[in-house]
Structure formats: C-alpha cells, structure tokens
C-alpha cells in the first residue's frame, strides 16, 4: 500500500470547491493499493506565495508529522508557484520523498509542472533557495484549464510563443496559425500546444 499526501493549490480548491472531497473518494476506492495520509490541504498559490520560507516549512512540518519516508509519496495539486512550494519541501524532506505533480494551469503543464525545478524567492531574489529533482510522475488533466481565470490562460500562450520563438519553429507557425482559437479558448488546440 503506497502512502500519499495530497496538498492542494488554494486556488485549486477555489475554482473547485469539491476537490477535497473528491481526492479522498478516489483514494477511498483504492484501499489496499494507496492510503491517503490525512485529508488533503491547502497550500497558498500565486508568485507572492514564493517570497518567505513559511509556506514551504508548513508543507514540511506536515510531511514530518504524517511520518512519511522516501517510500512515500506526496501528490501536488496546483499552479507553478504552489508546485514550486510543494516540490521544494518534498525534496528537502528526507533528501528527497517521491514528489507526483498535477498541474493546473496552461503555463504548470507546459512549464513547470513538467520540468524539474523546485523553489522559492529568497532575499529579494526569485528561485534563490531551490533544488532541481525531477518529479516521479506527472498527470496532466486539461478539465484544470476549463475554470482558469483567462489572465492565465493568456500567461500560458505567452510561455508556448516564447518557447518556440527560441527553439521550434513548427510549434511557432501553429501557435500563428491557431491564434484565434487560442484566444477563443479552444480546449483541442490547447491540448496540443500543451502537448507539444
């Protein structure tokens, strides 16, 4: 039976308000394979999240009181920054717990959700104290994007375009091609540029 502690983009539990609930049904429909350790919990999202140690040493503080190992698991729920937050106290606890990431926003999956950096701002700089340890798992589930706020829906497009504007001419040229449905918010195309 593989241990799991779920912590939630608060968000997340915003925009979704029966994720909680809905966490623990499918855990409770898979006893004997997963145990959930303790209800899921709120973690804040958002940059301004980032800028103190605090949110990162609740994550911890949890973990460590849970009991969980290196055989565990710690599932994150959210956008970059509470990934970023999760990620970096689940890297630090016992040199590493097994971290599974579930982004939800345009840019955590086709970003930060899928890369292998953990971090939050410190002294003034951003990303200063972090680690790079790439997550055991990764799910993308693109019901996420239906209730994003489109100030970060647009945010994602923007990563997508200054990705291939560096490095992917193809994935420019339908980025261009597919402009209006993207702002149109047309989940097939999402998905492939995402996907891409």
């Not at 949890?62 to 969980?68: D, T, V």
């Amino acid at each position: 039976e593989h241990r799991v502690q779920v912590f939630i983009d608060s968000g997340v539990i915003e925009a979704w308000p029966d994720i909680c609930d809905r966490v623990e049904r499918y855990f409770s429909a898979r006893r004997g394979k997963l145990k959930l350790e303790g209800p899921p919990l709120p973690v804040s999202g958002g940059e301004q999240s980032k800028n103190n140690r605090n949110a990162a040493e609740s994550v911890m503080e949890s973990i460590a009181g849970q009991h969980l190992c290196r055989q565990s698991y710690v599932l994150a729920i959210g956008g970059g920054s509470a990934l970023d937050i999760i990620g970096l106290a689940a890297a630090l606890v016992h040199r590493g717990v097994r971290l599974v990431r579930l982004p939800t926003t345009v840019l955590s999956q086709n970003d930060s959700g899928v890369g292998v950096k953990n971090g939050i701002d410190a002294y003034g700089v951003k990303n200063f104290a972090g680690t790079f340890v790439p997550p055991f798992a990764v799910l993308v589930d693109f019901d996420f994007l239906s209730t994003l706020p489109q100030k970060y829906w647009v945010g994602g497009v923007a990563e997508a375009f200054k990705v291939a504007i560096i490095k992917d001419p193809d994935l420019f040229t339908y980025l261009c091609n597919n402009a209006e449905a993207l702002r149109d918010r047309e989940p097939v195309v999402m998905e492939q540029v995402i996907r891409r």
